[in-house]
């Protein structure tokens, strides 16, 4: 009896935990109630992960670039075609320098939508940053034919293009972009830029100018403006150019500098020395305008100086092979020999040609 009391307490709680038909609903009912079930639940997920993307965008903004890409996946996982999610992670990824990752997310984008132009244009830039250059021309092409309304597209081929070296074809582009905005000084300057790189400087000279016209206070056109004048011989030109570059920005200091060499090649030593203080004293590690500073120095003939201001040069560019040549010619004259063959040695073996021509006439026991 206990055996069938036992089996008889079993089936009841089998018989418990089993689940009744309703009965009162057709098939066609009980099918109806199941995809209004499914629909909720559905519902539910894409509530959830437009929550976790709203997050993303919240953290991305107040700059928790970390966090954002965290939501940003989490809403993924729950809605892996969210193309908004996939788009923003591709932007987080990016800001952070993580451009692999981003070229994936923005390339998913792509795949699902090939006209996205956002992510065209954003994958170009990500490839572009990460020295991969011609891959970006396509999505710049692309993204320009998504929307042939956005300057940027195209003022990204002009750039990669000069970048290049192919300076006909960032001719075309950069003419394109002036065409489109005539208003931007930008576009007037990196064609000018481009003219000079072709050495048609009278045109360099003209589409400078148009820069300047639409805003005077740029310092760095004035700047290139002072060097292409340089380049046509026009020393004068190019000082007045150099000194309403830090007139426009006295913290300029690549005009100041600019100015210094020029006033070098005059031969005004005292006054080019000027210069490179203005320079230094904007920015103390410009390691070129302390080389410079040294060589005006050694013309005045204060040789110890100029050793002091090519090591200055040096500690903020170890790389500076000039100033390794020029620190020698220093040091020869101060009677250090065997500072200045080590000099013109460390030059040569960097590759410099000056440096081995020294090394060679002067340093052979």
Not at 296 to 308: D, G, R, T
Not at 338 to 343: L, P
């Amino acid at each position: 009896m206990k055996i069938l009391f036992s089996s008889a307490f079993l089936l009841a709680a089998l018989f418990l935990n089993a689940q009744e038909v309703d009965t009162s609903l057709t098939e066609t009912e009980r099918a109806f109630r199941d995809s209004i079930a499914s629909l909720n639940l559905e519902n539910d997920i894409l509530a959830e992960s437009q929550e976790y993307y709203n997050n993303g965008i919240q953290s991305y903004t107040s700059g928790q670039i970390d966090q954002a890409i965290n939501q940003f996946s989490k809403a993924l996982d729950l809605n892996p075609v969210m193309l908004q999610s996939l788009y923003n992670r591709g932007v987080a990824y990016y800001s952070k320098g993580q451009y692999a990752k981003a070229i994936d997310d923005f390339s998913q984008v792509v795949s699902m939508k090939e006209n996205h132009y956002n992510a065209l244009f954003q994958r170009g830039m990500a490839r572009f940053s990460s020295g991969n250059l011609e891959e970006s021309i396509g999505d710049f092409l692309e993204a320009n034919m998504a929307d042939p309304t956005k300057e940027e597209p195209i003022y990204q081929l002009a750039t990669v293009y000069f970048l290049l070296g192919k300076y006909d074809d960032a001719l075309k582009y950069f003419t394109k972009c002036t065409s489109m905005n005539p208003k931007n000084p930008e576009y007037w300057n990196d064609r000018g830029s481009t003219y000079r790189m072709k050495e048609e400087y009278a045109q360099a000279v003209t589409d400078y100018e148009k820069a300047i016209a639409i805003d005077e206070n740029l310092a760095y056109v004035r700047n290139n403006l002072g060097s292409v004048k340089k380049l046509m011989g026009d020393q004068n030109g190019a000082i007045v150019a150099y000194d309403y570059a830090t007139l426009a920005d006295e913290n300029y200091y690549v005009g100041h500098n600019n100015k210094g060499v020029i006033l070098c090649q005059q031969g005004k030593y005292n006054e080019a020395i000027k210069a490179f203080d203005k320079a230094i004293s904007v920015k103390s590690d410009y390691g070129i305008a302390y080389n410079n500073r040294g060589a005006a120095k050694f013309k005045l003939e204060y040789y110890k100086e100029a050793v002091k201001d090519f090591n200055a040069a040096l500690k903020y560019d170890a790389n500076y092979s000039n100033a390794y040549v020029n620190r020698g010619i220093a040091r020869e004259m101060t009677r250090d020999q065997k500072g200045a063959c080590s000099d013109w040695s460390k030059a040569d073996s960097m590759g410099n040609s000056a440096g081995r021509k020294y090394y060679i006439n002067n340093c052979n026991d």
